[in-house]
């Protein structure tokens, strides 16, 4: 068999990168599947770290395609490393080239997504769990699929065809993949500040929403009115568990809200801003602040109501990226003069610090409040 030309190993390099923008544009397009479909997602190789599909904008698409070219720079280079030296056939050089590639552009995907773990946990953001996973299935990857690139550079040229033996390494392609390498690894920095930022805006805006709601309900403010503070947290123990969604992973947002035939419903979403996923379980820690700033005398019942369904307190996994939902559900009550819910407080669980949201809510002092347990949150309603 003659050694591969130059010509046939650059096809064998760009049919890897085809190769892997196939299985990424598979594993996006599959998370774009209604309902529980998704899941389908994770029988394909995560050669792309899970987050990063959920960047904002046009990142996840921009990622792909990066991360496409590099395969082709890096495929070049290490199909002409193998030759080098090495009684190896055009077979396996591009087998090994395809799995190089794969676990090179992998790590420089895990290095970018694993910044803002290492700014925020330090050492561990690297060493957990997380960090490597995309290296390792580029490399899977590349092996299951490195004998197609494989076979096209070892075809036979045609006879009499002239062959040189080695194939030349030439400067450019060394420099040429490094410089690949180093933009998957710039693009993937910026696309996980870019998610950053826009969890940050997003709570932004929910908080300035709900700030500058008109407060037309209620008893007018009373400057002299006596009543307690809301209390920063509840008294109780928090799970000893390393994998809690604790402030560091994971924030609270004020969700959507409803009303049908008296009766009211509001969500509060936990989102895992982490690079890894992380835990809750059972009920979250509700309170309402009245108009006056003071706790509002109202019953916590945990459970279902009229527009909610409590599917009981479960472990719940948030995924990367994800987030878990709670509902409250109560009858709407008149609010002429009274004390009404004007700031809603919440934890993920008891005995954590509560967030707080200022709010527009016919919840009256004596009233009664359900509230479910926590939940995977799939973009849908959990009403009954």
């Given at each position: 068999?003659?050694?591969?030309?130059?010509?046939?190993?650059?096809l064998s390099?760009?049919?890897?990168?085809?190769?892997?923008?196939?299985?990424a544009?598979?594993?996006?397009?599959?998370r774009q599947?209604?309902?529980g479909?998704?899941?389908?997602?994770?029988?394909?190789?995560?050669?792309?770290?899970?987050?990063?599909?959920t960047?904002?904008?046009?990142?996840?698409a921009?990622?792909?395609?990066?991360?496409?070219?590099?395969?082709?720079v890096?495929?070049?280079?290490?199909?002409?490393?193998?030759?080098?030296?090495?009684?190896?056939?055009?077979?396996?050089?591009g087998?090994?080239?395809?799995?190089?590639?794969?676990?090179?552009?992998?790590?420089?995907?895990?290095?970018?997504?694993?910044w803002?773990?290492?700014?925020?946990?330090?050492?561990?953001?690297?060493?957990g769990?997380?960090?490597?996973?995309?290296?390792?299935?580029g490399?899977?990857?590349?092996?299951a699929a490195?004998?197609?690139?494989?076979?096209?550079?070892?075809?036979?040229?045609?006879r009499?065809?002239?062959?040189t033996?080695t194939?030349?390494?030439?400067?450019?392609?060394?420099?040429?993949?490094?410089?690949?390498?180093?933009?998957?690894?710039?693009?993937?920095?910026?696309?996980?500040?870019?998610?950053r930022?826009?969890i940050?805006a997003q709570?932004?805006?929910?908080?300035?929403?709900?700030?500058?709601?008109a407060?037309?309900?209620?008893?007018p403010v009373?400057?002299?009115?006596?009543?307690?503070?809301?209390?920063?947290?509840?008294?109780?123990?928090v799970?000893?568990?390393?994998?809690?969604?604790?402030?560091?992973?994971?924030t609270?947002?004020?969700?959507?809200g409803?009303?049908?035939?008296?009766?009211?419903?509001?969500a509060?979403q936990?989102?895992?801003?982490?690079?890894?996923p992380?835990?809750?379980?059972?009920y979250?820690?509700?309170?309402?602040?009245d108009?006056?700033?003071?706790?509002?005398d109202v019953?916590?019942?945990?459970?279902?109501?009229?527009m909610?369904?409590?599917?009981?307190a479960?472990?719940i996994?948030?995924?990367?990226?994800?987030?878990?939902v709670?509902?409250?559900?109560?009858?709407?009550?008149?609010?002429?003069?009274?004390?009404?819910?004007?700031?809603?407080?919440?934890?993920?669980v008891v005995?954590?610090?509560?967030?707080?949201?200022?709010v527009?809510?016919?919840?009256v002092?004596?009233?009664?409040?359900?509230?479910?347990?926590?939940?995977?949150?799939?973009?849908?309603?959990?009403?009954?």
């Amino acid at each position: 068999m003659n050694e591969p030309s130059g010509r046939r190993l650059a096809l064998s390099s760009v049919l890897a990168g085809a190769l892997w923008l196939i299985v990424a544009g598979a594993a996006w397009g599959l998370r774009q599947l209604p309902g529980g479909l998704p899941q389908l997602a994770n029988l394909v190789p995560a050669i792309m770290p899970p987050t990063v599909w959920t960047w904002p904008g046009a990142w996840p698409a921009a990622m792909v395609v990066l991360g496409g070219l590099a395969i082709v720079v890096c495929h070049a280079l290490f199909t002409r490393l193998a030759r080098r030296g090495a009684a190896t056939s055009g077979l396996i050089g591009g087998w090994f080239a395809t799995a190089a590639a794969g676990a090179t552009v992998g790590l420089a995907l895990d290095f970018a997504v694993a910044w803002s773990s290492l700014s925020m946990f330090g050492a561990r953001g690297l060493l957990g769990g997380a960090f490597g996973v995309a290296a390792a299935s580029g490399a899977l990857w590349g092996l299951a699929a490195g004998w197609m690139p494989g076979l096209v550079a070892a075809r036979e040229a045609p006879r009499g065809a002239a062959e040189t033996g080695t194939p030349v390494m030439r400067p450019w392609i060394w420099a040429a993949a490094a410089a690949s390498v180093v933009i998957v690894l710039v693009a993937g920095l910026g696309g996980d500040d870019a998610r950053r930022l826009d969890i940050e805006a997003q709570v932004e805006a929910t908080r300035q929403a709900q700030a500058e709601a008109a407060r037309g309900i209620g008893a007018p403010v009373d400057p002299n009115a006596e009543g307690d503070p809301v209390p920063a947290q509840a008294e109780a123990s928090v799970p000893d568990d390393a994998q809690w969604c604790t402030p560091e992973r994971a924030t609270l947002l004020l969700g959507g809200g409803d009303a049908a035939t008296g009766h009211r419903v509001q969500a509060v979403q936990l989102m895992n801003f982490s690079e890894q996923p992380c835990v809750v379980e059972g009920y979250p820690d509700i309170a309402f602040g009245d108009q006056n700033g003071h706790l509002l005398d109202v019953t916590i019942a945990r459970g279902g109501s009229f527009m909610t369904t409590d599917f009981g307190a479960q472990r719940i996994e948030v995924p990367a990226g994800g987030s878990a939902v709670t509902y409250l559900g109560w009858d709407a009550a008149s609010t002429h003069g009274a004390l009404v819910g004007a700031t809603l407080h919440a934890a993920p669980v008891v005995g954590m610090t509560r967030d707080s949201w200022p709010v527009e809510l016919d919840i009256v002092e004596g009233a009664t409040v359900a509230v479910t347990a926590w939940q995977l949150d799939d973009g849908g309603y959990a009403g009954q």
